[in-house]
C-alpha cells in the first residue's frame, strides 16, 4: 500500500450507489496512508478529511474523499496546499475538519507541529473546495491551558450555534465561534476529560453531547477513543468516569484511535471512522483509515451509553444515502 497515486481521478469513478445492499466497504475505505478522519455528510454524500500519513516533512496539502454510498470512494487532490499559506512553515498538515454554514464550507486544520490551527473557505462553494486560507494567519497561535494548537473539530448545535474543539499536549479546549466562522463569541475554556491526550471529537444525540477523544500515545499499540458526556452544553460541564470505546484487536489491527463519526439523518444508525495500523506493521505512519458501526444502548433509564466498537476487516454494508439527506 501507498501514498495512493495509482488512485483514479474522479472522472474514472463511478459515483452513483451501488445497487447491492450486501456489498461491504472493506477495511481500510481508502487507499494510502491517511490518518485522523473527519466524517461529514454533504450534498447527498458521505465526506471523509484525513491527513496524509507522511513524514512531517511530506505532510504539506490535504486530500479530501466522498463517496455516494460507503462503498465507492472518490478522491479530491490537494483541496488545500500549504504552499499557498506562508505563516504553516510548509510542514505536519494535521487532523483537517470541515463546517457547513451560511452556505459556505469551511476547513479547519492544524499547521506546522504547533504553528497554529487554521480556517480556510471554499472557493468553488463545495465540499471539495479548493479552499483558501482566510485570515491570512493562525485563528489559534498559542498554547493555551498548557494544550498544544492542534486537532480542531467543529461541532455545530441543533440550534446552529457552532463550536471549535482542538488541543494536544493532553490538555482539551474549546470556545463558541461567531456566526462569520473565523473568529470566537466566547472565551476559550479547558475541557481536559480523564486520559485525554487529543483529538477531540463530539456527536449529540437525543440532548446529550458526547466528547469523544484519543487517549494512549499515537505512535504505539495503547492509542483508543474514549468519551465523557454533558446535558447541558457542547463546552460542558462533562462528566468524570470516561468509557473506553474503541481498542486494538490482535487478530484484526493495532494503534486505534483519532475518529471521526458519521450520522445517517433521520436515523439511529452511525458509523465511526477512525485510523488504525496493520497487525506487525510498527512505522509510525503507516496508518489507514477504517469505518466501522457505531452503537448505542440506552438501557432503558435515557442515560444511553455507545458500546465498545467491533472493529473489522470487512468494514460496514452499503448505505446510498436519500435524497433528503
Given at each position: 500500500?501507498?501514498?495512493?497515486?495509482?488512485?483514479?481521478?474522479?472522472?474514472?469513478?463511478k459515483?452513483?450507489?451501488?445497487?447491492?445492499?450486501?456489498?461491504?466497504?472493506?477495511?481500510?475505505?481508502?487507499?494510502?496512508?491517511?490518518?485522523?478522519?473527519?466524517?461529514?455528510?454533504?450534498?447527498?454524500?458521505?465526506?471523509?478529511f484525513?491527513?496524509?500519513?507522511?513524514?512531517?516533512?511530506?505532510?504539506?496539502?490535504?486530500?479530501?474523499?466522498?463517496?455516494?454510498?460507503?462503498?465507492?470512494?472518490?478522491?479530491?487532490?490537494?483541496?488545500?496546499?500549504?504552499?499557498?499559506?506562508?505563516?504553516?512553515?510548509?510542514?505536519?498538515?494535521?487532523?483537517p475538519?470541515?463546517?457547513?454554514?451560511?452556505?459556505?464550507?469551511?476547513?479547519?486544520?492544524?499547521?506546522?507541529?504547533?504553528?497554529?490551527?487554521?480556517?480556510?473557505?471554499?472557493?468553488?462553494?463545495?465540499?471539495?473546495?479548493?479552499?483558501?486560507d482566510?485570515?491570512?494567519?493562525?485563528?489559534?497561535?498559542?498554547?493555551?491551558?498548557?494544550g498544544?494548537?492542534?486537532?480542531?473539530?467543529?461541532?455545530?448545535?441543533?440550534?446552529?450555534?457552532?463550536?471549535?474543539?482542538w488541543?494536544?499536549?493532553?490538555?482539551?479546549?474549546?470556545a463558541?465561534?461567531?456566526?462569520?466562522?473565523?473568529?470566537?463569541?466566547?472565551?476559550?475554556?479547558?475541557?481536559?476529560?480523564?486520559?485525554?491526550?487529543?483529538?477531540?471529537?463530539?456527536?449529540?444525540?437525543?440532548?446529550?453531547?458526547?466528547?469523544?477523544?484519543?487517549?494512549?500515545?499515537?505512535?504505539?499499540?495503547?492509542?483508543?477513543?474514549?468519551?465523557?458526556?454533558?446535558?447541558?452544553?457542547?463546552?460542558?460541564?462533562?462528566?468524570?468516569?470516561?468509557?473506553?470505546?474503541?481498542?486494538?484487536?490482535?487478530?484484526?489491527?493495532?494503534?486505534?484511535?483519532?475518529?471521526?463519526?458519521?450520522?445517517?439523518?433521520?436515523?439511529d444508525?452511525?458509523?465511526?471512522?477512525?485510523?488504525?495500523?496493520?497487525?506487525?506493521?510498527?512505522?509510525?505512519?503507516?496508518?489507514?483509515?477504517?469505518?466501522?458501526?457505531?452503537?448505542?444502548?440506552?438501557?432503558?433509564?435515557?442515560?444511553?451509553?455507545?458500546k465498545?466498537?467491533?472493529?473489522?476487516?470487512?468494514?460496514?454494508?452499503?448505505?446510498?444515502?436519500?435524497?433528503?439527506?
Amino acid at each position: 500500500m501507498g501514498g495512493g497515486s495509482n488512485w483514479p481521478s474522479p472522472r474514472q469513478l463511478k459515483i452513483s450507489p451501488t445497487t447491492d445492499k450486501n456489498t461491504y466497504s472493506g477495511n481500510p475505505i481508502i487507499p494510502g496512508w491517511y490518518a485522523d478522519p473527519d466524517g461529514h455528510i454533504f450534498e447527498n454524500q458521505y465526506w471523509i478529511f484525513p491527513s496524509l500519513s507522511l513524514d512531517y516533512g511530506q505532510q504539506t496539502y490535504f486530500d479530501c474523499f466522498s463517496s455516494p454510498d460507503l462503498i465507492q470512494w472518490t478522491k479530491h487532490e490537494r483541496i488545500l496546499d500549504f504552499a499557498d499559506i506562508p505563516w504553516s512553515t510548509n510542514r505536519a498538515a494535521w487532523a483537517p475538519t470541515a463546517a457547513y454554514k451560511n452556505g459556505d464550507y469551511y476547513m479547519y486544520f492544524s499547521a506546522g507541529d504547533g504553528a497554529g490551527i487554521g480556517v480556510a473557505k471554499s472557493t468553488t462553494g463545495q465540499p471539495q473546495g479548493p479552499y483558501k486560507d482566510v485570515l491570512g494567519k493562525p485563528l489559534i497561535a498559542d498554547v493555551l491551558f498548557g494544550g498544544q494548537p492542534i486537532d480542531p473539530a467543529v461541532f455545530i448545535d441543533d440550534d446552529g450555534r457552532a463550536y471549535l474543539l482542538w488541543g494536544g499536549w493532553s490538555h482539551g479546549l474549546g470556545a463558541e465561534l461567531n456566526d462569520d466562522m473565523i473568529s470566537f463569541k466566547s472565551e476559550v475554556v479547558e475541557l481536559t476529560p480523564p486520559n485525554y491526550v487529543e483529538a477531540p471529537y463530539m456527536i449529540k444525540r437525543e440532548g446529550v453531547y458526547y466528547y469523544m477523544y484519543s487517549v494512549g500515545g499515537w505512535g504505539d499499540n495503547s492509542y483508543g477513543v474514549e468519551y465523557v458526556t454533558s446535558t447541558t452544553s457542547p463546552l460542558g460541564p462533562f462528566t468524570k468516569t470516561p468509557s473506553h470505546i474503541l481498542s486494538p484487536d490482535h487478530e484484526v489491527a493495532q494503534g486505534t484511535g483519532s475518529n471521526g463519526v458519521l450520522h445517517i439523518p433521520g436515523t439511529d444508525e452511525w458509523y465511526i471512522v477512525y485510523h488504525r495500523r496493520p497487525l506487525g506493521d510498527y512505522a509510525a505512519n503507516h496508518r489507514y483509515v477504517c469505518i466501522d458501526r457505531m452503537e448505542f444502548d440506552d438501557h432503558g433509564n435515557g442515560k444511553a451509553v455507545i458500546k465498545p466498537v467491533e472493529i473489522t476487516t470487512e468494514g460496514v454494508m452499503a448505505h446510498p444515502l436519500q435524497e433528503s439527506c
